[in-house]
């Protein structure tokens, strides 16, 4: 069986698998609304991922060879993709590349060694639900001196830091020092995956 005939598969999950490369035919996948490739050993995407229109969620979490800009020029070309994991990778520094995806509202950077953010990330203003925990030395400060250039958060925002963390629906969430060991992040990513499969069946 080809890809081309699995018509009604809309989540994979092919985390802790060795993949190195992914194959061209992926772009059959027409349905596939969400995708993990968590803990390979990638350093880039085919250029077919862009193909599978319907693809709205990825994650490369624990990929640290990627070449990011040659991913940024695969994921930037898939047109309803709103969700990316990029935790876990070691990143010392934003890359700037992931900036240029502007239409992301879900972006998760937690567990990686940032110390600050460039002044590009802050245009990504579609963003609804950042994850940033885990970043031991990221200056905390003045990431919130800047959550106001997120557009689309700024109704939720309260003076309050407090009232911040309780009721913004799409806060810095998680910023407790929970180093995760392989397998809790493996445990964490499975559960991550499950809930966005279950969010768009019963949305």
Known sequence: MSLSQINSLEYVELSVCKIKFLPSQISLMRNIKGISFSANELTSLPAGLSSCSNLTFVSLAMNSQIDWSDAVSVLGKIPNLTSLDISNEGFTEFPEAVAQLKDLTELDLANNNLT???????????????????????????????????????KNINNSIDNYFNKNQLALRNLERNLLSPQKFLENSQQKFQNFSEKIEYS
């Open 116 to 154: 600050a953010l460039p002044d590009d990330f802050y245009e990504m203003d579609k963003i609804t639900s950042l994850n940033l925990a885990n970043n031991l030395s990221l200056n905390y400060e003045d990431v919130f001196s800047h959550l106001g250039n997120f557009k689309n958060l700024e």
